[in-house]
């Protein structure tokens, strides 16, 4: 089990900038899919970018606006968050899965099921 601690959440106003940072305690950079989900009250988890080796993967609605990274130097992944909206308000969570293989290829899984580690949430709140 991957232990993950999750940092950076805060307060913005529209238009602004967080970037959020997950510290894992292992080496996760060529083993393990790395992701990060976001949830409101009353809806499901979500997907919002994803991460393995150099392979990222964004929801439709942070496209161009959402970077996801790792360092494999500190076994830490982040989200530098651009051009926040107040529909990105949600806890924000860090997660930890085995990829999925297909023909010669790895990819990471979109289902929040596929996740085995979790991080505790970090909450980012964005004001209009």
């Known amino acids: 089990q991957v232990q993950l601690l999750e940092s950076g959440g805060g307060s913005v106003q529209a238009g602004g900038s967080l970037t959020l940072s997950c510290a894992a305690s292992v080496d996760t950079d060529t083993t393990y899919c790395m992701a990060w989900f976001r949830q409101t009250p009353g809806k499901e988890r979500e997907g919002v970018a994803t991460i393995l080796t150099v392979k990222t993967t964004y929801a439709d609605s942070v496209k161009g606006r959402f970077t996801i990274s790792q360092d494999s130097s500190s076994n830490t992944v982040y989200l530098q968050m651009n051009s926040l909206k107040p529909e990105d308000t949600a806890i924000y969570y860090c997660?930890?899965?085995?990829?999925?293989?297909?023909?010669?290829?790895?990819?990471?899984?979109?289902?929040?099921?596929?996740?085995?580690?979790w991080g505790q949430g970090t909450q980012v709140t964005v004001s209009s």
């Open positions: 997660a930890a899965g085995r990829p999925l293989y297909g023909y010669f290829t790895r990819y990471c899984p979109s289902d929040k099921n596929d996740y085995q580690s």
